[in-house]
């Protein structure tokens, strides 16, 4: 079932991640205590230029050897250090989580548009593609994403794990896990993260193979099985290389049916048809609710059917996203405004420059 | 004079909660207030009697699950599917509810002053005297009265436009009334537009007025507002679809 | 001289319980065969010229006739089968390539049989599509593979891709070609209104286009085959689509023939050739030797008909099959049907129709696999063709990475074939494989194009249930999604090949 949060603050204001865990784990009941995770941005600002890679270690020694060597061959190390944590009673630790602020050589990717993205995003698939002890679960500027899985991986527990309150973030997303496979993985709930993007999803897609056969066709490599991965490369290459504007990329992954597209007027319909025709393979089907955000950005969509919960607040300068509108009270019990879009209707919300 | 019971539900899980629901019950409340709720699931759920059971908060999902009897007030909005295979009773929410509202209900009354969501009234079904009744004061979305088989389900759409669309699919029993005019396209197949009898007005009058009532609105512009009638082009939806082997 | 085989075992018995005949004739009538005739007020039966068409079965009043196959036993034997014997037998007696009808009779394994489909259980809820929708709708032809944008003087972007012409179908299920000439004009308008009323297009074959199907030929793929017969600017005008015929399923790497008996007043007209002459076909297309000549018979038909129709290619699938296909996607065609080794015919040679080529299962696979390989994808449609029995073979070749199938055996089934597979005889008495206007006219096309479409229905509806079954509301989801299929029984290397999971896994 899973249970989803996000929350934006439209002016850059800082939030500290006490709220988001209350609001997350007043969700529980959605989740199965078998993983949990959370993602920030604005978090990093001494590092602000650097990509921020958390990576998951089985051991700091060998496994860690080998991320080393992979970045030093793409780059530079400009800092590294173990992630602060706090044993947590019932959470059982499997891996070193640990933080490396990287500066990509961008001269390695000539001829790219946006080389230091091709890098990062070249290097997270040869890491996770390869067993090598070492999950990448995170490679943005001033960006990190938080998770653990096992039993007793339960939001709370998480939370005070990674001492999140202690960071700082203007864009948080959530993930409160209900496990169907390999519960036992620290890198299998959300959110799941590349460079810019990050991907919170409530539900399971009917068309992963599809979608993963469409993605990797580019290059992408998905080795977590899991949809938010496809969903965030799927997302990266509609609009970062493709240069889709987010709401066309949207509705190519979520499309309107063809009978509401033959009731538009002409040039709208040519636009659904183009997307539909380009994007036929990217298009994600079954139930969904996912919230992604970038550094600019937050926004929230579901499957066209409308098969999982998406509740919107507004307050102030805050736009929230959530699977139940108590996570959005739990965090902000003056919300004024509470909506449930209808699917295809995107909610979009951007940071102000 | 019953009993009256108050209950603080602030960080209580909601299986202690209903346990101390239930027991006011047992022992004879007659009106429980429950404060501070904050998406706690399940309240009225398999409740029996006639007790009022007054929510101020976010009703959590599945409310009044299994009812039969009693009656539950949300000062609030409540989440998913409240009044879920309902037997009897009745749910008055003051604010809106989430998905699949009324969700296969059997009986009893489930009005919803705001909004509500997708496939509202799914499957309600009417057998010889129960009869489910829903009313929404405000707009529902898309797939409204899905596979309904019987029952009222009455949209007001008092706070602006409707948005459902594929009203009444799969619909073979019960009636949805929608006040003011319905877009063709806006219904799924299965479905048909009747024109609204003076019979059926003198049915739906009492609702519409305890309704009203519920609320605190005046019932007259809505005794007299003008509503399109959607019932089921057929019983069988089925039917020739199938052939024998 | 002679042989000294005499008479061989019989392939068929035909008998008739005489307690149940009324002696009515309506045998001799329908058979067109000569398995019945009268002698005085008794009906004799020459069972040696029975091709099992049921013909006689269906209009006997009392049920009186009964066929048996093989009635008489050979030796058993494990290596040297029966119809390797009687293969020998008639060669040894004839001296020449022995001509079959219909698709292969190998009994290898179907791949299909061995693929299972998925459903929703609880992770994923499943789609009623009774009161959901669920779209079968599917576009045929080239598709961007990204999208390019202008921005408007007022700032509001606008659409700069321009799109191919793409043909509609309602279902993807269409009917294949089978040439006017093979088939009658009765089965063709049957099929050709079954497509009309179904929303889907069916292909001529490469026989030209009867006047009679003028009024239906926006629903038709006209066909330019080696021997360019019926081929001119108006016929290409006419068609919704044109298709190159590069191959056949049935016989791969050859040619074809249509015999002079078959080559009637009408064939003649639509063909373009004499009564009577042969129309042979050759096995390449000779302004075509080597693939950089395929793009110019692209450009040129491209030309000739202003742009405005999809261009279709189809070949066989043989062992380059990836490489094939991708080197005439690069030709510029819109589409490109693959006929597996499966696939019908109206007469083969048996050696050909039973050893070349491979199962459509594997050609889709790997077409698939290679054209998103090389970004080619979106470039070309993909229809599978060759012995599509089912809608679940239809699942099956879309999650495989088809966008269409082409049925031919199954919709002439639909008609009342009964898959005798003595078409090259062009005596069919359900008046389909035959130009002879008495059997011609026993089709109606008023029942035959209804059964047809019911058939196209029934198959449409029961995709709607799999597909919702399997929680997917549009087609383009269940294209290529081979994660919903499993293997069941079928070795690694070909799960590999197919990239299917085992069962199981």
Known sequence: MCGIFGVMDKRRQMMDGSGIRDALSIMNERGSGEGAGYVAYGIYPDYQNCYALHVLLDNPGKSKAVVDATLEQWGAIEHEEAIPTCDQPNLRTTCTPWRYFFKPDATLAPGSTSPEKDIITNLVMQINAAQNGAEVISSGKNVGVFKAGGSGAWPEDVANYYRIQDYEGYIWLAHNRYATASPEKWERPDPFNLHDWSVVENGKITTYGANRRYIESFGYTCSMSTDSEVITYLIDLLVRKHGLDINLAIRALAPPYWDEIDRMPEAEQKLNRALRFAYGSATMNGPFTIVAANPDMMVGFTDRGKLRPMVVGECDDRLYIASEEVAIRAMEPKVESITRPAAGEPVIGRVAP | ?245 | MSSNFGSMPLRYRISIDRKQCMECGRCIDNCSYGVFRRDGDRILINSRKCTACHRCLTYCPRDAIMLEEQPCDYRSHPVWTRAVRESIYNQSRTGKIILAGMGSVSNLPIIFDHLMLDACQVTTPPTDPLREPVELRTYLGKKPSRLDFKQKANGDVELSTELAPNLMVETPILLGHMSFGAISLNAHISMARAAQETGTYMGTGEGGLHPGLYPYQDRMIVQIASGRFGVNIDYLERGAAIELKLGQGAKPGIGGHLPGEKVSADVSKTRMIPEGSDAISPAPHHDIYGIEDLPQLVRSVREATGGKKPIFAKIAAVNNNAENVVAVARSGVDAIAIDGFRGGTGAAPRVFRDHVGIPIEVAIATADKELRKQGLRNEVSLIACGSIRESADVMKSIALGADAVYIATAALAAMGCRVCGNCYQGLCPWGIATQRQDLVDRLNPDVASKQVANLIHAWTLEITELMGAAGINSIESLRGNRDRLRGYMLDEGLLNILDVKSVGA
């Open chain 2, 1 to 245: 004079m019953a009993k009256k019971v108050t209950i603080d539900a602030k960080g209580v899980h909601y299986t202690p909660l209903n346990q101390q629901v239930r027991k006011a019950i047992a022992d004879g409340a007659g009106e429980i207030v429950i404060n501070n709720v904050l998406g706690q699931r399940f309240i009225g759920n398999g409740l029996r009697g006639d007790a009022t059971i007054r929510v101020n908060g976010v009703a959590g999902g599945d409310l009044a699950m299994f009812m039969s009897g009693p009656t539950v007030i949300v000062h609030g909005n409540a989440e998913h599917a409240p009044g879920n295979t309902m037997d009897s009773g009745k749910v008055v929410i003051h604010g809106s509810a989430g998905d699949a509202v009324a969700h296969s209900m059997r009986g009893g009354k489930v009005f919803v002053r705001g909004d509500i969501g997708y496939r509202g009234g799914i499957h309600m079904k009417q057998y010889q005297a129960q009869r489910p009744i829903l009313v929404v004061g405000g707009s529902a979305q898309t797939f409204l009265g899905e596979y309904m088989a019987g029952g009222l389900l009455i949209v007001l759409g008092l706070d602006g436009v409707m948005k459902a669309r594929e009203i009444g699919s799969g619909i073979h029993g019960g009636e949805i009334v929608i006040r003011g005019d319905v877009d063709d396209a806006c219904l799924a197949s299965g479905a048909k537009k009747v024109p609204l009898t003076d019979e059926d007005r003198a049915r739906i009058v009492p609702v519409l007025r305890e309704f009203a009532d519920d609320f605190g609105l005046d019932a007259e512009p809505l005794v007299k507002a003008n509503y399109t009638r959607i019932v089921p082009a057929s019983a069988r939806p089925f039917a020739g679809k199938y052939t024998w082997e």
